[in-house]
């Protein structure tokens, strides 16, 4: 039946639309219409069949053999697909090697020279197949991708990508200053390359639903002059594309920074002269934000890619994310391969959770920097870890009105969970008497959620869907 134009998941749906709030449909029904990747209706206790509840959402009788009907175990839920807002594709190359330095140090042993060899784009072609097939295995239907400064190996990158069947904006990494010898370009080159692989992605894929878009991606402000950062700016502008980069994330790289341009009052506001600081802008890391900065973020309605797991393990710092959620700002959740160790969104849920703990119990113990509101003392449920995976990232993406939650005419980008996969890390409910005893149906699901978040990993991913189509499945 998977040939059959429409699909309905039975079964429950759980999704995050407003921080905070977990919506559990425990005995729902979901029907997409495979043919445009959209979701055509959800309902909640129908005692319809799956051809009459397809009939209903598109006001017209549909038969049987058109309709696939997929049942949900007991031990299965049904959720929107994580969202990584901020990863690198060619850093899996030396993935969990390197955390016992900071930033500007690591950059400068590992990545640099590692990145280099993509320069060679068989090399490209043999390696990231199995890169984009790990992401896709931890449930990551839509990715901020990387890639380095090679024009044919950004393309295999995206062609890759595209053939495996996940949502991706890809970035050809721009650095033209302040670079090693044997891994930089001119501006010149910099620039006709970008737009060179800007025309290459979307001349590759014409279809009204891309599943590939190209990203404006100066690496960040110490590898790029003024005249690249204001052609990357303009490029953004000419093509109405995303802009992805690096801001505060260490005190070293700051001055850094600052010491390329120093008229400029801030590290943000070097991004923000050069039109690369708007609403489709994703700026990683974030930790070391000045209040101006922090202004300046609200204003030009840029986003946040909040990376926990790179954060601490590179020893950068921890950011403020309640403050931005307070200040209005956007953010998601990113896995920042290979400063993080790991491609897993789940692990940047319990990373993220870990984080803002830490912040409050610094505040608490130090006695001075008290926070000055409820909200920065409340520590991030696990509700909230889900939004920021899947609707946050999905604003952080500037798709919020796309994806992000499983609602009607929505593109069905989703995953199946199955909490008693073979060795799942998650414990059976008779084995937690705390969801085995819980007062409600709804209660046992939002205490399995908890567990899901802290526990679960990339064996309970069951399947994997993208724009209606099953792109991964165990």
Same mark, same amino acid.
């Given at each position: 039946?998977?040939?059959?134009?429409?699909?309905?998941?039975?079964?429950?749906?759980?999704?995050?639309?407003?921080?905070?709030?977990?919506?559990?449909?425990?005995?729902?029904?979901?029907?997409?219409?495979?043919?445009?990747?959209?979701?055509?209706?959800?309902?909640?206790?129908?005692?319809?069949?799956?051809?009459?509840?397809?009939?209903?959402?598109?006001?017209?009788?549909?038969?049987?053999?058109?309709?696939?009907?997929?049942?949900?175990?007991?031990?299965?839920?049904?959720?929107?697909?994580?969202?990584?807002?901020?990863?690198?594709?060619?850093?899996?190359?030396?993935?969990?090697?390197?955390?016992?330095?900071?930033?500007?140090?690591?950059?400068? +042993?590992?990545?640099?020279?590692?990145?280099?060899?993509?320069?060679?784009?068989?090399?490209?072609?043999?390696?990231? +197949?199995?890169?984009?097939?790990?992401?896709?295995?931890?449930?990551?239907?839509?990715?901020?991708?990387?890639?380095?400064?090679?024009?044919?190996?950004?393309?295999?990158?995206?062609?890759?990508?595209?053939?495996?069947?996940?949502?991706?904006?890809?970035?050809?990494?721009?650095?033209?200053?302040?670079?090693?010898?044997?891994?930089?370009?001119?501006?010149?080159?910099?620039?006709?390359?970008?737009?060179?692989?800007?025309?290459?992605?979307?001349?590759?894929?014409?279809?009204?639903?891309?599943?590939?878009?190209?990203?404006?991606?100066?690496?960040?402000?110490?590898?790029?002059?003024?005249?690249?950062?204001?052609?990357?700016?303009?490029?953004?502008?000419?093509?109405?594309?995303?802009?992805?980069?690096?801001?505060?994330?260490?005190?070293?790289?700051?001055?850094?920074? +600052?010491?390329?341009?120093?008229?400029?009052?801030?590290?943000?506001?070097?991004?923000?002269?050069?039109?690369?600081?708007?609403?489709?802008?994703?700026?990683?890391?974030?930790?070391?934000?000045?209040?101006?900065?922090?202004?300046?973020?609200?204003?030009?309605?840029?986003?946040?890619?909040?990376?926990?797991?790179?954060?601490?393990?590179?020893?950068?710092?921890?950011?403020?994310?309640?403050?931005?959620?307070?200040?209005?700002?956007?953010?998601?959740?990113?896995?920042?391969?290979?400063?993080?160790?790991?491609?897993?969104?789940?692990?940047?849920?319990?990373?993220?959770?870990?984080?803002?703990?830490?912040?409050?119990?610094?505040?608490?113990?130090?006695?001075?920097?008290?926070?000055?509101?409820?909200?920065?003392?409340?520590?991030?449920?696990?509700?909230?870890?889900?939004?920021?995976?899947?609707?946050?990232?999905?604003?952080?993406?500037?798709?919020?009105?796309?994806?992000?939650?499983?609602?009607?005419?929505?593109?069905?980008?989703?995953?199946?969970?199955?909490?008693?996969?073979?060795?799942?890390?998650?414990?059976?409910?008779?084995?937690?008497?705390?969801?085995?005893?819980?007062?409600?149906?709804?209660?046992?699901?939002?205490?399995?959620?908890?567990?899901?978040?802290?526990?679960?990993?990339?064996?309970?991913?069951?399947?994997?869907?993208?724009?209606?189509?099953?792109?991964?499945?165990?």
């Amino acid at each position: 039946m998977a040939s059959a134009q429409y699909a309905v998941f039975l079964g429950c749906i759980v999704d995050t639309p407003v921080m905070g709030q977990l919506r559990v449909r425990t005995n729902g029904a979901l029907g997409v219409d495979r043919s445009t990747g959209r979701i055509i209706g959800v309902a909640e206790q129908s005692e319809l069949s799956s051809a009459e509840l397809i009939s209903l959402w598109v006001g017209q009788t549909v038969g049987s053999e058109a309709v696939e009907s997929i049942s949900l175990t007991t031990d299965q839920f049904l959720m929107p697909g994580l969202i990584d807002t901020h990863t690198h594709a060619p850093q899996f190359a030396f993935l969990g090697i390197g955390h016992d330095l900071p930033l500007m140090d690591w950059l400068n +042993k590992y990545t640099f020279k590692h990145e280099s060899e993509f320069k060679d784009a068989d090399l490209a072609r043999r390696f990231y +197949k199995d890169v984009i097939a790990r992401v896709v295995r931890n449930g990551v239907t839509f990715a901020a991708y990387y890639g380095t400064i090679h024009l044919e190996s950004n393309r295999v990158l995206a062609q890759t990508i595209r053939q495996i069947g996940q949502r991706a904006y890809v970035g050809k990494v721009c650095m033209d200053a302040n670079s090693p010898s044997y891994y930089s370009e001119s501006t010149e080159d910099s620039l006709r390359d970008t737009e060179e692989f800007i025309r290459q992605v979307i001349g590759d894929d014409e279809t009204q639903q891309r599943l590939v878009t190209p990203i404006i991606t100066p690496r960040f402000v110490p590898t790029c002059s003024h005249e690249c950062l204001e052609g990357l700016g303009a490029l953004a502008e000419k093509y109405q594309l995303p802009v992805q980069s690096h801001l505060c994330e260490n005190p070293s790289e700051i001055e850094f920074a +600052k010491s390329c341009f120093p008229d400029s009052p801030s590290y943000a506001h070097i991004y923000h002269k050069y039109g690369l600081l708007n609403s489709r802008t994703i700026m990683a890391h974030c930790v070391h934000l000045s209040d101006s900065e922090i202004a300046l973020m609200r204003e030009s309605k840029a986003s946040v890619s909040h990376c926990p797991n790179s954060n601490f393990s590179l020893g950068s710092g921890i950011a403020d994310i309640r403050r931005f959620i307070d200040e209005g700002i956007p953010v998601g959740l990113g896995t920042d391969v290979g400063g993080g160790y790991t491609p897993s969104i789940l692990d940047a849920m319990r990373m993220a959770a870990a984080a803002n703990r830490a912040l409050i119990a610094f505040r608490r113990d130090s006695g001075g920097d008290q926070p000055t509101s409820s909200s920065k003392e409340k520590p991030l449920e696990a509700a909230e870890a889900l939004f920021l995976a899947t609707q946050g990232g999905a604003r952080v993406m500037g798709m919020d009105d796309q994806l992000g939650s499983l609602d009607t005419n929505k593109l069905f980008d989703a995953i199946v969970v199955d909490m008693n996969a073979l060795n799942s890390p998650v414990p059976s409910v008779d084995a937690t008497p705390a969801v085995r005893d819980a007062d409600s149906p709804d209660e046992a699901w939002r205490l399995r959620l908890e567990q899901f978040v802290f526990l679960a990993d990339d064996r309970n991913i069951s399947r994997v869907y993208v724009g209606g189509k099953l792109i991964h499945s165990v």
